[in-house]
């Protein structure tokens, strides 16, 4: 679950009930905490002060000139080693052991330390997982209903004596989300399925969420540059923030303005978890009749797994992943059914609809 900004600040929530400030919509970025991999400094050796080498023992006479002992009259001294020249070499040596300390370093250890990296940017979704997740069978949809043992699956909450929204004449279906939120990435899945037996979505693409986050690079879809075509229903699709950091490397880049209206519904239907925070994501409200504030599951359940293996799942009614999209999307199809006058027919007369109808306690 991830915050949006109120009108005087923005706060984002990831998982586990951490928040951290989010950038107004005028352009700053979310403030995040990001690891750095700097260089440390090399501690180097001291080199050793005052040592000389001597070969025999050596004096030094009373004016300066070095003398030496237990050599006889007329035979040859023993020739001793200048203490500039011992350390010159001595430095030298010393040079040479820290440039291939260096170099070993650099080639061995240097880039040892390294950050977590970026996720890929959003591309086309595969057609057979845009299929899969468009045109789940209705007899699975029937056999989930609403039943969703293994991931719990929290029903939308059902708004009484609020105005239709609506937009171009039909009922108008809000989703505002980040693609770095772990939680927008599970609802979309959702989304995606009950939309699709409404009308048709175009332009789909494949990403995932942020990899910093918690539940991180859960699979998903973006609904940045995607149309969805309906008789019954319009859509306000916004993906506020992105999964991408920003040039400063600071926070997530803003992909899109959540518009003036939408921030109304929010402010007037959204749950913030204190005083003075920001609503909840991902926010969808279907039609002013039920709302989504904080995501229908948790995403948990989609990790280690990849947009094909959810989407092939999708027939599968005893498949736990399968169980909590198809319980969450016949919620959501229900909801729909109230704000678009039961429309088409064939949806919302369908058990697994009427289920989730009944436990909303719609169409009474």
Known sequence: MT??????????????????DEPSPDGADLASVSASGGDGDLAGASAPGGGTDVVGASTSGADGEAATTGAPDGAPGMVHRPRTSLLTWGTVALVLVIVVVLVVIKITGGSSVSTPSAPAPPSAAPSAVVQGVTHIPSSVYNAVGIVSPVATVTPPAVLGGQPPLERDGKAEVVFVGNEF??????????LVAALSRFGTFSGLDASQSGSNEAFSSTPTFTFVGTHFKSKYVSTTLVEHYGDQKNAA?????????????????????????????GPLLPFVDVGNRAVVTGGDFSPSILQQLTNTQIATALDDAKDPVTQAVVATANYLSAAVCEADGQRPVSVCTSTGVSAAASALGLGS
């Open 181 to 190: 939120c772990p939680y927008c990435a599970a609802e979309r899945w959702a």
């Open 249 to 277: 490397g600071t926070g997530y880049a803003v992909l899109e303005p959540i518009p003036p209206a939408v921030r109304t519904l929010m402010a007037r239907y959204d749950r913030a978890t204190g005083p003075g925070q």
């Open 3 to 20: 915050q949006v900004p109120d009108d005087t600040s923005d706060r984002v929530e990831a998982a586990g009930g951490v928040t951290a």
